[in-house]
């Protein structure tokens, strides 16, 4: 069923060990004592402060209209006023994507505009009312306060406590000296005060201060984690949206796949077997007319004909063959991909480890794909050896390409990965390339299965 394989071991590869790895940064300092001064911390500690005063605004107003044009919907000016409402807060709901853009590094995409079937302000207002986005972004502004308020109280209280305390030996004398008190009064009644103003005391102030400023990341991490929740599900385009907008973009790369299939097909035809067949039956024509006056050179002409009409089938095999080949659809992809294999510039080992076939469509995507990744083999990779790997984990057929060449492939570079990258993104799959400087390069494909 299936040859050796490759150095590496199958089980390392499906592991995913080393795609889509990369060498990690080192640091000086671990990330528990890093985090306090990195600017995520100060970006989203930033974020945490904005959030009060901005979220006040807009409950405050969000309530005042709300209230105000259910009050007045026993007149016609309820109306009118609940979409300028809904409208203000899809205003907001911009500010907040940019806010959490920038600051928590979250792209969120803009929900689809509201637009009127006739275009004039009563069928805007009737198409603002009936807009489920609209109302997530009001639900936004009435649910977001009481957080902004909570995450405001708690992320300045840890902040300043923490960061007061740590350096609480460098202005203590502020105490005795301004004040008329010896420190910070630790207790207090009529009879005795305690007051950190020791030595020791001073330092186990900084300690604790220095332990609230390490775990005080974590919190804000933690705080701006609800925000990000919040923000990408209420303020960016449905479920249904998004999946309708990714629908129409994979269908026009269907389209364009398939025009460009149909037109490599006819040049192929054209400039290729068609052409030798003209010429075949022009070879021909003029053996039929030296047939009665030179016979030698007829049947000259004739022979060298058959082996125009042997180049011109292989021709046309191939063709077939790279349309949708025979023996996938025959004997499956462990004979379809041996078949590629065999006709590669190096050596290649095949597994394929199948209970079953995955649907034709599928089938025929995998086949295609490791085709261009041994093509790709075979012209840059400068390998002496690769392998194929196809295996199935849960509902996803995985294929994997390695080969030990030079490396260096890169998806966005142009090159024929990124059109591969959309094809399997039209179907719902992944490529994922790891191929650094000097290799080795390991390509994986995931395809849905469908039965």
């Known amino acids: 069923m299936a040859t050796a394989y490759g150095p590496d071991t199958r089980d390392h590869q499906r592991s995913g060990a080393g795609f889509g790895d990369r060498p990690p940064v080192k640091h000086f300092l671990p990330a528990a004592l890093r985090a306090p001064l990195e600017g995520r911390t100060w970006r989203e500690f930033g974020y945490l402060l904005l959030g009060l005063p901005i979220s006040t605004i807009l409950f ?27 409208a203000m807060c899809r205003g907001f709901g911009a500010l907040e994507r940019a806010r959490a853009r920038g600051l928590l590094g979250l792209e969120v995409a803009e929900p689809a505009p509201v637009r009127g079937r006739t275009g004039g302000l009563m069928s805007w207002v ?14 936004y502004a ?16 840890f902040w300043s406590y923490g960061w007061a305390a740590l350096t609480y030996p460098l202005w203590h004398w502020i105490f005795p000296t301004a004040v008329g008190v010896q420190g910070i009064q630790l207790y207090g009644d009529d009879h005795r005060q305690i007051y950190l103003d020791s030595t020791f005391e001073l330092a186990a102030t900084a300690v604790c201060g220095l332990v609230v400023v390490l775990i005080t990341p974590w919190i804000i991490r933690g705080l701006t984690s609800v925000d990000r929740m919040m923000v990408a599900g209420l303020l960016g385009p449905s479920r249904l949206a998004t999946r309708v907008s990714e629908l129409e973009s994979d269908r026009g790369v269907v389209v364009d796949t398939a025009a460009a299939d149909l037109r490599r097909i006819e040049r192929d035809l054209h400039d290729g077997a068609q052409a030798r067949l003209v010429a075949l039956a022009m070879d021909l024509g003029l053996a039929k007319e030296k047939l009665t006056d030179d016979p030698e050179a007829a049947a000259r002409m004739v022979d060298e004909a058959h082996g125009e009409v042997k180049v011109a089938l292989q021709e046309l095999r191939d063709l077939a063959r790279g349309i949708h080949p025979a023996v996938l659809t025959d004997r499956g992809l462990d004979a379809a991909l041996s078949a590629i294999a065999s006709r590669c510039t190096v050596p290649v080992t095949v597994e394929v480890d ?19 990744l041994l093509q790709n083999v075979s012209k840059h990779a400068h390998a002496t050896h690769a392998s194929v ?6 509902n996803r057929l995985m294929l994997q390409v390695t080969d030990n060449g030079r490396g260096g492939a890169d998806v966005s570079s142009g090159s024929g990965l990124a059109g591969l990258t959309e094809r399997l993104d039209a179907v719902d799959g992944v490529l994922v390339v790891d191929s650094p400087q000097g290799g080795p390069t390991r390509i994986t494909a995931e395809l849905p299965w469908r039965g």
Not at 126 to 139: P, Q
């Open 142 to 157: 009435l649910l977001h306060f009481p957080w902004a308020v909570f995450a405001f109280v708690v992320s300045l209280t």
């Open 354 to 372: 199948l209970a079953s076939r995955p649907a034709q469509a599928i089938e025929g995507i995998a086949y295609f794909t490791v085709s261009e």
């Open 126 to 139: 009737g198409a603002v009312l009936k807009s489920g986005v609209s109302w997530r972004h009001l639900l």
């Open 60 to 86: 405050s107003l969000s309530i005042a209209l709300t209230s105000l044009g259910i009050g007045m919907l026993i007149t016609f000016l309820g109306v009118p006023i609940l979409a300028g409402t809904l």
């Open 389 to 394: 790997d196809v295996w199935r984990a849960a």
